[in-house]
């Protein structure tokens, strides 16, 4: 069975403030994944600034698999201290895990990470060592099947300070509701991000009194995605690929109103146009059975391609309902991605004089697939 | 009492030119009036996208619309 490592997070800043002071970096590279997250201190503009540059330092020193021992050094020497305080401007942890499941965590002033392992969340077996001066924990175990890893900022284990609690949930509260809510529902990480968010915002009173950041982490099947576009060039070749699309294995798309009235005739199947817009510039989404996904063709892509520039690795895609969003997220759901992309020329939209790189659609599909593999996803296109 | 069928076309073309506005004006008819229309879309009608947007409304096609045209077309043709 394959299996793929997903991560995700949320970053919440301070109430009032329009960034977050933690940033987060996931970095993908020779089946490796890498996680890092930073906390600047304080909150706002500067916070962000500070935990950036630290999480940037970080991972392109990762990413560049010089020994660890020297990046920590490294790291260490570079991270800028407060004069008046005399701790470091920012907080560090940062894993790697590998092909072989082995997990690396290490943490810099950071609240421990949570692992939740047989139903019940337990702290890891840290080694202590100092270096340059500072205290540094270091966890190295096996990460199993149904493990699941948190990471959080401290503004999570103080979640209601300022709200409904005296002294904050600490470590051991953080833990209890991460339990509570991963028991009900352990396969959908996402899911879970979005309901603790809810949660430590609420002990907050819905106003965060600092900025909080957690992520989640474990493993799942290896997911597809299948994606008819566009009319072929030759007719005789509607029928080839309507099977093609109905016998693939994995989640189905189709996109194009036309595209969809052909597969409707090919596989005899009854299209049911759809008639409500959650986005006025996204025409409705149709069904069909056997179908995940039924959208307009040009104008969804255009749209799915902006979305998908916005991306950043381990972000929860945008909730929206329309057409286009949720095309976004099914692509950001799987790991692989097959487009079968007809190369016909829609004679209706020839009429539109439409701007150049909107109308063709061989070259949305090409960008579209550019950002796939850019955030490491598997993409085919076969032409037609 | 007859209903009455009203096919909004919501291809790319009509869609660009204010299909989603005549589907609005539809629901903004007066209750007694919509209550006696079956409203549907369509992704072509009659492949004439060069006058969109389009709609057919009881078996007869229009092109070139817009909220107040497809108003008078449903007032004088309703059954």
Redesign the interface.
């Known amino acids: 069975m394959d299996l793929v490592f997903e991560e995700f997070y949320r970053s919440i800043p301070k109430g009032g403030e329009e960034v977050c002071g933690d940033n987060v970096e996931i970095i993908k590279k020779n089946k490796k994944t890498i996680v890092v997250l930073s906390d600047g201190l304080g909150s706002g503009i500067k916070a962000n600034i500070l935990s950036t540059l630290t999480s940037k330092i970080a991972s392109g020193l990762l990413e560049k698999e010089l020994p660890l021992k020297e990046i920590l050094s490294t790291i260490l020497a570079t991270l800028p201290v407060c004069e008046v305080r005399g701790i470091a401007y920012a907080t560090l942890a940062f894993l790697i895990i590998d092909q072989k499941h082995q997990l690396r965590l290490i943490e810099i002033d950071s609240p421990s990470a949570f692992l939740f392992r047989n139903n019940q969340v337990q702290k890891l077996n840290y080694r202590e060592f100092e270096l340059e001066g500072k205290k540094i924990r270091e966890a190295n175990f096996k990460f199993q099947r149904s493990d699941q890893l948190f990471l959080v900022s401290d503004g999570v284990t103080h979640a209601g300070i300022g709200g409904l609690l005296n002294f904050g949930l600490g470590w051991d509260g953080v833990a209890k509701e991460i339990e509570r809510t991963v028991r009900r529902n352990q396969a959908d990480l996402k899911y879970n991000i979005n309901k603790l968010v809810k949660v430590f915002n609420t002990f907050y009173g819905d106003q965060a009194g600092d900025d909080f950041t957690i992520i989640g982490m474990k493993y799942r099947k290896k997911r597809k995605v299948n994606i008819w576009s566009g009319p072929p060039l030759k007719a005789e070749d509607d029928s080839l690929l309507a099977e093609k699309i109905s016998e693939a294995e994995g989640k189905k798309i189709i996109c194009g109103?036309?595209t969809?009235?052909i597969a409707a005739r090919e596989l005899n199947k009854k299209?049911e146009?759809?008639?409500k817009?959650y986005d006025?510039d996204i025409?409705?989404t149709?069904q069909m059975e056997g179908f995940d996904l039924l959208t307009?063709?040009?104008?969804t892509l255009n749209r799915v391609l902006s979305l998908l520039k916005k991306y950043k690795p381990g972000q929860i895609p945008a909730a929206g309902k329309d057409g286009a969003s949720r095309f976004t997220r099914l692509l950001l759901e799987s790991d692989s991605v097959r487009f079968l992309v007809g190369r016909a020329v829609?004679?209706?939209?020839q009429?539109?004089n439409l701007p150049i790189n909107l109308g063709i659609r061989s070259q949305i599909i090409s960008q579209i697939a550019e950002q796939l593999r850019r955030i490491k996803k598997k993409v085919e296109i076969e032409w037609f | 009492m007859s209903k009455n069928t009203l096919k909004i076309c919501i291809g790319t073309p009509c869609h660009l030119m204010g299909a989603a506005d005549l589907l609005e004006s539809v629901e903004n008819l007066n209750h007694k009036l919509r209550e006696k229309i079956e409203l549907k879309t369509s992704h072509c009608i009659d492949n004439c996208c060069e006058k969109a947007p389009v709609a057919e409304f009881n078996g007869k096609v229009y092109q070139d619309l817009n909220p107040e045209k497809l108003d008078k077309i449903i007032r004088e043709n309703i059954r």
């Open positions: 109103g036309t969809a009235q299209l146009v759809g008639l817009y006025k025409p409705p149709s307009e063709g040009l104008l829609n004679e209706s939209h009429s539109l």
